[in-house]
């Protein structure tokens, strides 16, 4: 089977429309939360489905409650965590789902540029 032209790839159904680089801005802020070393590590945390606070995150990654609660920010606005609030405390985990689509996205936008 032939593979599909640029014009035949279609783009996952959870993507918005691209922006000025090509990518959806859900997949610009995809790359964004996986840029800083931290947040790679806060990530790390995650691996085998772990759900935690933001003070565990502090704890474990050796920063403070504010930066943990910044950088959870970024990585839920990238699509790379989810959250959900249990009275005052807010638990994070992978958002698996997220992840996945801005990495069809990306693989899209990869095969059609290079």
């Known amino acids: 089977m032939d593979e599909p032209t ?5 783009p996952p159904a959870t993507a918005t429309p691209a922006g000025p680089s090509g990518l959806a ?3 610009q802020e995809f790359l964004k939360a996986l840029g800083s070393p931290t947040r790679q590590r806060i990530m790390m945390l995650f ?3 772990a759900e935690l606070s933001v003070g565990h995150v502090a ?3 050796g ?3 504010a930066t943990a609660s910044q950088q959870l920010t970024l990585l839920r606005r990238g699509r790379v965590v989810t959250s959900r609030r249990d009275g ?3 638990y994070y985990r992978a958002d698996r ?3 996945q689509a801005a990495l069809a996205e990306l693989q899209s936008y990869l095969k059609t540029c290079c």
Request: hydrophobic fraction near 25%; glycine fraction near 8%.
């Open 6 to 10: 640029p014009s035949q790839v279609t």
């Open 25 to 27: 801005p859900d997949t």
């Open 47 to 49: 691996a085998q489905g």
């Open 59 to 61: 704890e474990r990654v």
């Open 63 to 65: 920063i403070s409650q």
């Open 88 to 90: 005052k405390t807010v």
């Open 97 to 99: 789902d997220g992840a």
